[in-house]
């Protein structure tokens, strides 16, 4: 039996599972409450799709774009469905909403993934009655392009919901990481919320300009981290490994972190030198069009990663 996807909510990032789903072979049926955003789902997941094509990451968009179908309801979305992957807007009543009417009519074994940037799901799943297969599926954005999930139970979350969604994901070509219990941010946005928060005091107290420091993770730290993570990074920095590193670099790292004795709110005194820098650059109404230049180069590294795997195997 091939196990059905619904997708509840089709935003970026709903479009984007979509993708994920269906080009792994499995029926998907996405639905939005706003009848204009569902409307246009799939022209602009097929735009999406071409573009993979053309970076050789796909083989057949029609056959993908075939396999996602737009639907009215809720309940249609769920008919069937062995697993749905939320995605509505981050607003804890938002979500709570939208959980209380996927509990009155969700199937007897089906599986729900948030896609839940920070809030979790104990947050907006209490007191249902299927909660035990309720969770964070956390992706990056966008998820067809950026694999990593983040698997967060609720205290209430059955293990065997955690586990048949760490194999689903496996089974679309997803890396889940299991995130042993809940915390706000969870692991991917406490790391980038400390990193985002030392960038924007940067800007404002005038040590760099904001596409300076841009600079520096796109052409430094970030051509590491796409393809090694932090410890391993240091790990290979140092000729013993990672403890002669925190042996030759700890003080330097403490001193640091002890200099930053100033917290806040990201208030407008914290970003407007960030926003009035960026929007200078690249005027509002010009975003999208950036976004989806962003997606394509992110295909590409796609797939230098993917022919490098190729060539290791």
């Known amino acids: 039996m091939t196990d059905t996807i619904a997708i509840v909510g089709a935003g970026l990032v709903g479009r984007a599972w979509a993708i994920v789903f269906a080009r792994s072979g499995l029926p998907v049926r996405l639905f939005d409450l706003d009848a204009d955003i569902s409307g246009q789902a799939r022209d602009l997941i097929a735009a999406s799709l071409d573009d993979l094509a053309s970076f050789e990451l796909i083989d057949d968009p029609a056959g993908i774009l075939n396999r996602i179908s737009a639907v009215d309801?809720?309940?249609?979305?769920?008919?069937?469905?062995?697993?749905?992957?939320?995605?509505?807007?981050?607003?804890?009543?938002?979500?709570?909403?939208?959980?209380?009417?996927?509990?009155?009519?969700?199937?007897?074994?089906?599986?729900?993934?948030?896609?839940?940037?920070?809030?979790?799901?104990?947050?907006?799943?209490?007191?249902?009655?299927?909660?035990?297969?309720y969770l964070i599926a956390h992706p990056v954005n966008p998820p067809h392009l950026a694999r990593v999930v983040e698997l967060v139970p609720a205290p209430w979350t059955a293990p065997e919901s955690v586990d048949a969604a760490w194999s689903l994901m496996e089974r679309v070509d997803q890396v889940p990481v299991r995130v042993n219990g809940e915390i706000d941010g969870f692991i991917?946005?406490?790391?980038?919320?400390?990193?985002?928060?030392?960038?924007?005091?940067?800007?404002?107290?005038?040590?760099?300009?904001?596409?300076?420091?841009?600079?520096?993770?796109?052409?430094?730290?970030?051509?590491?981290?796409?393809?090694?993570?932090?410890?391993?990074?240091?790990?290979?920095?140092?000729?013993?490994?990672?403890?002669?590193?925190?042996?030759?670099?700890?003080p330097l790292y403490s001193g640091i972190v002890n200099s930053r004795s100033v917290r806040g709110a990201w208030d407008d005194d914290?970003?407007?030198?960030?926003?009035?820098?960026?929007?200078?650059?690249l005027p509002q109404e010009k975003i999208l069009q950036r976004q989806m230049w962003r997606d394509r180069q992110m295909m590409a590294l796609a797939a230098h990663h993917k022919k490098l795997s190729d060539t290791s195997n």
């Open 73 to 133: 309801t809720l309940a249609d979305a769920l008919d069937g469905a062995t697993y749905v992957q939320e995605s509505v807007f981050e607003r804890v009543e938002t979500k709570q909403q939208i959980y209380r009417e996927i509990d009155a009519v969700i199937g007897a074994e089906t599986i729900v993934g948030s896609s839940s940037s920070g809030i979790p799901a104990s947050a907006f799943t209490g007191g249902l009655s299927a909660n035990a297969r």
């Open 188 to 250: 991917l946005n406490r790391l980038q919320g400390v990193l985002l928060d030392e960038a924007f005091r940067l800007v404002r107290d005038g040590y760099v300009s904001a596409t300076d420091l841009d600079k520096t993770i796109a052409h430094g730290l970030g051509l590491r981290w796409s393809f090694i993570g932090p410890f391993e990074t240091i790990d290979l920095n140092a000729p013993d490994g990672i403890a002669d590193y925190v042996e030759r670099l700890g």
């Open 270 to 281: 914290l970003v407007t030198p960030a926003v009035t820098e960026r929007r200078a650059h």
